[in-house]
């Protein structure tokens, strides 16, 4: 009688039941290799010691809760059961769960990411600011119900500090938070007068504060326009945070002290700078008025002086004299000036008087002229008689000739004409009559 | 802003100050230095003063755009971050 014969599917489910039920869950330490992530986020790798090799697979829901970053060499332990893939009749360790060997996943991954932003240089001193020389406002991320913002707020209060503090409110823990962090940190750094930063919260144990090792967060504060103080947790716990920061506060209280003190210590600087003028202005006017006081002692001074007394009283018997002189030489001055007007006035006076009566009389003469004008009588219908052709008037009968031709002109128009005969005694009375008859 | 001219004021009032102490200048000159400096230390002094305390919160409003409020300290109560002991 054969053995039963088996179907080659029939012995792998026997061997996958049996690896099933003799590995349930178990633990396995050695060093990954051949490690693969595929594109669906499935992890492949080899765990391997001195001797042995065994293929393991991570499935992608699990892979990404792993919190360090899994690499070839690393030594660790993962938890899985063991079972067969059917198709290659390979049998492998399905993990669900990995952790670094010798220390905890999150110790590793914070050694990993702060070796990576060592590497690229977040971490040097020559990035990092100074806080500003007089914070007035300050952008605090961080829960706006936490311990972190009552102690700032509290610090203030004690020291009488006048800032202004603009909060943004951020979870600080659990799913979320680093994101959140990031916004804060964004949102404030673009907010309008911010002059420093404060990120943080209180303390709480290593997951409690993990948001602030997260790599979004370090870069977020790394790319901050105003410095960033961080401040998480106690005075022992560090964070990426604190590295990347331009200032690590141990506390949030003490990064409001910090900035409290920079303040501060700006109003002293005022101050002292205030004192120091009013001291030297204070001294130097002492020091000049010494130097008056010495020089005027001087003997030189002294005889300088007797003489300069003396100048003095002449001076002053100067401007005696010159006063009475003055006042003397003013009232002169009033009087002729009296006498003056008085004088002019009586000049215009009779000047007018005279013009007065010149006018009168010219204005009479020239009636006369008028009345008397030769032109005047020829206007009224008489003419005259000119002798030589007309450049002699004959004025009586002696100065006409018989034969003679003369000359007659009345106002407008003349004739000449030839003396016919000459009456010397006949009167012009007797030819108006004549006339008149 | 204020930053600017305040920082300046400071750098100004420490630069007369060292002039006034180095000596060698006009009575004339020395007197308009005197008169800068106590102007500066006035208005830096003033400036100090007129700060206040101020707690504001940001806010997102139903558009997701922040806005400032004012902040009661009195909801800092500490318990906020679960655990968080200060």
Redesign the interface.
């Known amino acids: 009688m054969r053995d039963q014969v088996y179907t080659v599917s029939q012995v792998t489910e026997i061997v996958k039941t049996a690896l099933e039920v003799a590995f349930p869950q178990v633990w396995v330490e050695g060093e990954v290799s051949g490690y693969k992530k595929a594109a669906s986020g499935h992890v492949f790798f080899s765990l391997k010691d001195e001797k042995s090799v065994i293929k393991a697979v991570m499935w992608q829901s699990m892979a990404r809760k792993v919190a360090f970053e899994l690499k070839d060499g690393l030594n660790v332990v993962c938890r899985g059961k063991i079972s067969v893939y059917e198709p290659r009749g390979d049998y492998q360790l399905y993990v669900d769960q990995v952790e670094p060997k010798g220390k905890g996943a999150l110790q590793l991954r914070f050694e990993q990411l702060k070796e990576k932003l060592k590497a690229e240089g977040l971490f040097d001193e020559k990035r990092k600011r100074k806080l500003?020389?007089?914070p007035?406002t300050i952008g605090v991320v961080t829960?706006?119900?936490?311990?972190?913002?009552?102690?700032i707020?509290r610090v203030?209060?004690r020291r009488y500090?006048?800032?202004?503090?603009?909060?943004?409110?951020a979870k600080?823990?659990?799913e979320g938070a680093a994101g959140e962090i990031v916004e804060g940190i964004d949102?404030?750094g673009a907010?309008p007068g911010i002059?420093v930063l404060i990120v943080g919260?209180?303390?709480?144990?290593i997951e409690?504060l993990w948001a602030f090792n997260e790599e979004p967060v370090a870069r977020a504060i790394a790319r901050s326009p105003v410095p960033v103080i961080s401040a998480v947790g106690h005075e022992i716990d560090v964070t990426i945070a604190d590295f990347v920061a331009d200032v690590r506060a141990s506390t949030?209280s003490a990064a409001a002290e910090m900035v409290i003190e920079t303040e501060e210590a700006?109003?002293e600087?005022?101050?002292s700078?205030?004192r120091?003028?009013g001291e030297?202005?204070r001294y130097?006017l002492q020091d000049?008025r010494a130097d008056v006081t010495d020089l005027a002692q001087h003997r030189i001074f002294q005889n300088f002086q007797v003489k300069l007394a003396n100048l003095g009283r002449r001076v002053d018997e100067l401007e005696t004299r010159g006063k009475n002189v003055l006042r003397a030489e003013r009232q002169a001055i009033a009087e002729h000036t009296g006498a003056a007007r008085l004088a002019s006035e009586r000049l215009g006076n009779i000047a007018r008087k005279t013009l007065r009566g010149h006018r009168a009389a010219w204005e009479r003469l020239t009636a006369t002229l008028d009345a008397l004008s030769p032109l005047a009588v020829l206007k009224k219908g008489y003419a005259a008689v000119w002798k030589s052709g007309g450049l002699c008037l004959a004025r009586r009968i002696e100065d006409i000739v018989e034969d003679e031709t003369v000359l007659v002109s009345f106002f407008k128009g003349e004739f000449s004409a030839r003396v016919q005969s000459v009456d010397k005694k006949k009167l012009i009375e007797s030819r108006f009559l004549k006339e008149g008859s | 802003m204020t930053n600017l001219t305040f920082e300046k004021a400071l750098a100004d009032l420490e630069q007369i100050v060292a002039k006034l102490e180095k000596g060698g200048i006009s009575l004339n000159e020395s007197l308009a230095l005197f008169e800068k400096g106590v102007k500066m230390a006035r208005f830096l002094r003033g400036e100090l003063d007129k700060a206040e305390r101020k707690v504001e919160i940001l806010l997102k409003d139903d558009k997701g755009n922040l806005k400032a409020e004012d902040f009661d300290a009195a909801d800092a109560d500490g318990t906020g971050e679960d655990g968080g002991t200060g």
């Open positions: 500003p020389l007089r007035r829960s706006p119900t936490g311990a972190a913002i009552r102690d707020l203030l209060e500090a006048k800032l202004r503090v603009v909060i943004y409110p600080v823990q659990g949102a404030l907010w002059d919260r209180g303390g709480g144990s409690d949030p700006f109003a600087r005022i101050s700078q205030a120091r003028l030297l202005l130097s000049m």
